[in-house]
C-alpha cells in the first residue's frame, strides 16, 4: 500500500458508509490524487515528493473523512452524542432526585440509564464502524427509546409537578431518537437502491412505518404501567413487552422492504404491528384464565 492508498483508507475510517458506497469513493479519491500526482510528476517532481505535495493540498485525512461523514450523513454524528449525553444527565439528575428527595434511590436503575446513555454515545465516538450497520445503530436507538418509555411509565411517587418536568425532558429526548432511526432508515434506503424515482412514497413509508411502531411502543408501555400501578412486577408486565419486540424484529425486514415495495411495507407493517398486539392480548388472557 503507497502513501495515497494509505491516505485514502484513513480518510475513509471516519466514514459512515457501507462497504459497496466506501469501495465508488476510495475509486474516486484515488482517481483524484493520482491524477494530481501526475500533473506534479510532469512538473519534475519525484513520486515521492508529488505523493507528499498532494496529501498537504488536499487537507489531513481525519478532517477531510468527518467533512465527508457530514456532508453524506448531516448531523447523524451531533444527534448521536446529543442523545446519548442527554440520557446520562437525565440519570444522574433523576438519581439525585430520588436519593435526596424520594429517599429511595435505585443503583441498578442508573446503571442501566448510564449504560443506555454511554452505549449510545459510544456510537457516535465510533459511528465509521457501527454506522455501517443501519440496522444495528437503529436497534440501538429503540432500545434507548424503549426504556426512556419505560421511566416515563415509571414515575410513581412523583408529585405533579415533577412528574410534568422529568417526563416533558424524557418525551423530548424519545423524540431526538425517533427523529434519528426515521434519517438512519431513509440513508440505508439510498444506499440500498440509488433510484430516486419514488423517494417520497418511501419517505412516507418510513414515517407510517415508524409510527406504527410509535403506537405499538405508546399501548405496550401503557398496558405495562397498568400492571405496575395495579399489580406490580410480574410475568404478565413483561409480556406487554412482547409487541415491541415482534416489531423491532420486522423493522429489520421493513429497512430492506421499504426500499423495495413502499406501497406494500405500509399494509405489512400495519399488519404486524396489530398482529402483535393481539398476541400479546391473548397471551394474557391465557395466562389470566390460568
Known sequence: MNRIEKYVEE???????????????????????????????????SEKQAEKKVIAAFGESNRIGQELQESMYPFQRGLLYLIGICTIVFGVLFYLHLSFVIHEPSPVWLVVQLLSGTIVTLAAINISIVGRYFYLLNALLLINIIWNGINIVSM?????????????????????????????????????????????????????????????IILSLFFLWSFLFFGGIGIDAFITLIPILIWLIFYKFQ????????????????????????????????SNGG
Not at 190 to 204: A, M, N
Not at 255 to 282: C, E, Q, R
Open 11 to 45: 480518510v475513509l475510517i471516519q466514514m459512515q458508509s457501507t462497504e459497496c458506497e466506501r469501495e465508488e469513493i476510495r475509486e474516486e479519491l484515488l482517481s483524484h490524487l493520482h491524477e494530481a500526482k501526475s500533473d506534479y510528476i510532469s512538473e519534475g517532481l
Open 255 to 286: 429497512m430492506n422492504f421499504i426500499a423495495k415495495k413502499p406501497a406494500l411495507s405500509l399494509a405489512t407493517g400495519l399488519l404486524v404491528s396489530v398482529a402483535a398486539l393481539v398476541l400479546a392480548f391473548i397471551i394474557l388472557r391465557f
Open 156 to 216: 410513581q411517587g412523583l408529585s405533579q409537578w415533577q412528574a410534568i418536568l422529568f417526563s416533558a425532558y424524557l418525551l423530548i429526548l424519545v423524540g431526538m431518537g425517533f427523529v434519528f432511526v426515521f434519517r438512519n432508515s431513509y440513508y440505508s434506503t439510498s444506499r440500498i437502491d440509488g433510484k430516486h424515482q419514488k423517494q417520497g412514497l418511501v419517505k412516507f413509508s418510513y414515517i407510517m412505518n415508524l409510527l406504527y411502531g410509535v403506537i405499538v
